[in-house]
């Protein structure tokens, strides 16, 4: 299953990756009108997070043994057919037992206070958002041999 | 190898589990499930929700309508077994029926404790454990006024939120110096109960119940061993859960508080495992064997037995503590221990508003507990830490933030960022 | 005691920014990727503010911003136009009022000096000698560079003559000086990667060689400059030939300049100078003071690496250049590098650079006629650098006389430089010429890599579009072949100087 790599080593912070995933996760998927300022706008699947000077983006990993789905008290956090981890919106109830442990903190709470939000691997795209938006490769998508 | 069955009593969490990771590896071995309770597999802990009325009974199941069909389950609901003979290697119900087994999980999960006290019997006194529970928690509180709510753990805090929700005027009594004693420390109960008492629920700790007051049979109010009375006429029961281990100890298996297994979730004998409510089974930071009733416990369990009873390795080397709870709009999560023992430090951090708490306890260089009222986000990196039981030194200065994959050591970090 | 508030700048912006807020989503990009400051966003209203005063043009943010919501421009305030005292004028003026200091500039002249590019036309082949496609003909662009024998005897139909060790290019094009600390190291791996990749060369400049760098040996020319920075006698073996650097193009009789604010460890190891200090290289190398001298450092660099690498002597463009390069053959270099008055730099003072130095099609010229007179042209491989901006300028000043062309310039520009200027500061937006390791990052040396790649692949077919065009197959045979050269706008005497015919004849 192809993963999207983060290197630390090149992200530059700009977070057109965060932009990229809000717009292809709009309704309208263009950029100006998906996210003008006053609209609401879902949160990102994938975050870049600082340290100093470094930083990086972090989103879901989609693991084969993933412990959100483990853990999901409702059965809204399943994997999908093609392999990737995803929510249920009408199922969750917000518990957040998988931000409880998720050991990369890629799941965040969303602002409903409702739905667990995280990457979904951008269905239907070739290539994840993120990874055609990062202007350094520091997003870069690692297929099967 | 020919085909094995594998007999599962219990339709919950550990049941499901098991039944996934064994179908996982063999798609040939039968596969049956006994479960007392006549639903289709529902998410126990939404019951509260149920209770609210925040999710429809739709909601409550916990994987797809035909997921026992799909997966070749043969679904023996509404039946209890009443005796498990490992000689022969069959358990028998209540019906008289006789079902044979290669195989078999006991995951028969927890009942509500039932103070001994006067007064229990006749209408308006509830135990909050089941949906059946739960349904008949929601009818009578259509009717009731003021509710009392025995027990200020999980169950009892997410009774009394659901009754508040619904217009009841609701009381907790508990029997602690503290609410959530068993998810969260005396810090974090105290600023739990200050929101739910800002929300105008009543917390009464350091108290019991004495005996449930009738009038012609109608609840009336409930008496408190200090000599108190609470006027109610909606009694809750939550004062606790014990392990069903009844079959197993009249069976003459290990048993402690739980069912006694190890790693592999094998019971004393060879061709029984137990999981979920009911097991008691490896900790990772005690080293011991406890009960851990956790949703997630349970169901990794269930998925550990599965794959002990088709006769492959699970990696599963034992559980944690592990709680996530909303409670009144604040949100709070824990992992590990809730106190340091002698010799661990206790790193505590609060602030900037009265909500918000955060505490790690490290032994030595390890992670070994866990807490965060408020400021939950991204509480997982944290989890993850404690279970991996590497140093962890860096956390002193870090603990009452958020943390960030970032932030962590270069090897705990480029396991993170590995593909 | 009266204390006195410092001096206030009269100065405008020299930018503003312009930015559409209907398309302004509030992504901050641009705040995040502005190293001036020149960018802020304001949480209680939601808006990105700019502070143009901080401004320096070198359109970052705009690259960057997902919208194109930004627009960088020249401040339209301007003085009242004035043909002798121009903005850049009073802007200067006013700059060394307030600080009392030396006017400081990064990469090259950018005055209105004549393009003596621009005023040469290359040939085409018509009836006779017919062109070649380059698309189904082989067309040779590999070259040379080193000492050629004055002449070649052979044995059993074998070369008897012992050849002085040459550097192979596969196209007559190498990445010139740019040294470590005035870029960082993610840039150096991309020039080492691209000239390892495309067959040719990459200069290591005065910076020395890091550690990380020393994989790309191979491909690589190390500097021994007035400061001696970085160089013991590792740094001379790994390399593939070793360039004493007399003087640069930008900045003619001074030395290299690299401000405190850019030496970090990893900078201070590699040239062994304490962390922060000014690295100021002497105007002079001082043990060279005649060219007796510089023939023994010639040699003695031959010596301890037992003449098995090419050694480059690398001159700035100035008047007396074609004695001086006379002088430098017969010192015994193989290679004479020739760096023009447009030459880039990381921090020259601006003087200096705008004033100081002769164009180098003019300096290539003189040098490539008086060694041919003197009969000792084959000694030595003359490189040419100093704004080659493009494919053509290459195939005119081989026509020239040169073997090859020294890029600089034009590698960063096409890894994103914008010629703000402000290398000096350190605080480059595009990470080119900072070391800071916020900004350092900017540059995945994977990406800038692949950029001269293409780049250089352009080049090398554009080049063999231009050659086939002309009826030329070799590159070798159009080396100072000036008859395909034709001049316009240029007077009789810069014609002979150049030794061009003037189109028409």
Redesign the interface.
Known sequence: MA????N?????????C???CMAQHSACKD??KA???GRPRPLPGTVV???G????S?SCRHCEDA?CV??????AMHHREDGRVEVDR??C?????????????A???GED?HVASKCDFCPGRERPACVE?C????LTL?VEA | MRALHHVIIGNSAAAIGAVESIRAHSPRDQITVISEEGEHCYSRPLISELLAGHVTLERMRYRGPAFYEERGVKAILGRRVVALDRDVKAVTLDDGGYVPYDRLLLATGSEPVIPSIDGLEGPGVHTFNSLADALALAKAAAGARRAVVVGGGLIGMKAAEALHHLGLRVTVVELAARILSSAFDQAAGRIMAERAAVAGVEIVTDNAAAAVQRRLGQVTGLALVDGSELPADLLVLAVGVRPRAGLAREAGLEVDRGILVDERMATSDGSIFAAGDVAQGPEMITGTRRVLPLWPIAHRQGRAAGMAMVGEPSGYAGGVSMNSITLFGLPAMSAGLLAPEPGDLELLAAGPDAGHYRKVIMREDRLVGALAVGQVDRFGILTGLLVDGRPCGFLRDRFSEPLTVLGLPPQARAERLRV | MTTYTPLRSYLPPRFRVYRDDARCIRCRACETQCSFGAQRYDEEDDLLLADDGQCVGCHRCEALCPTRALRIEPNPSAYRENANWTSRDIRNLNRQAETGGVLLSGMGNDRPYPIYWDHLLLDASQVTNPSIDPLREPMELRTYLGSKPDRLEFADGRLATALEPQLMLEMPVMFSAISYGAINLNVCKALAMAASQMGIRWNTGEGGLHEDLYRYGQSAIVQVASGRFGVHLDYLETASAIEIKIGQGAKPGIGGHLPGEKVNEAVSATRMIPVGSDALSPAPQHDIYSIEDLRLLIFALKEATRYTKPVSVKIAAVHNCAAIASGIARAGADIIAIDGFRGGTGAAPTMIRDNVGIPIEFALAAVDSRLREEGIRNRVSLVVGGGIRCSADVVKAIALGADACYLATAALIAIGCTLCQQCPTGKCAWGIATNDPLLARRINPEVAAERLVNLLTGWEMEIKEMLGGMGINAIESLRGNRLRLRAIGLTDRELDILGVLPAGQ
């Open positions: 993963a999207i790599r983060a630390e080593e090149f992200c530059i912070g700009c977070r057109l965060e932009v990229a950029l100006v996210l003008r300022p997070e600082w340290e000077h470094r930083s990086v972090i412990p483990t853990a999901c008290l409702t059965g009408e199922q109830v917000g518990c957040w037992t998988c931000v409880l442990v998720c050991p990369y903190g799941i965040r709470r206070g938006a202007p350094n490769r520091a690692e």
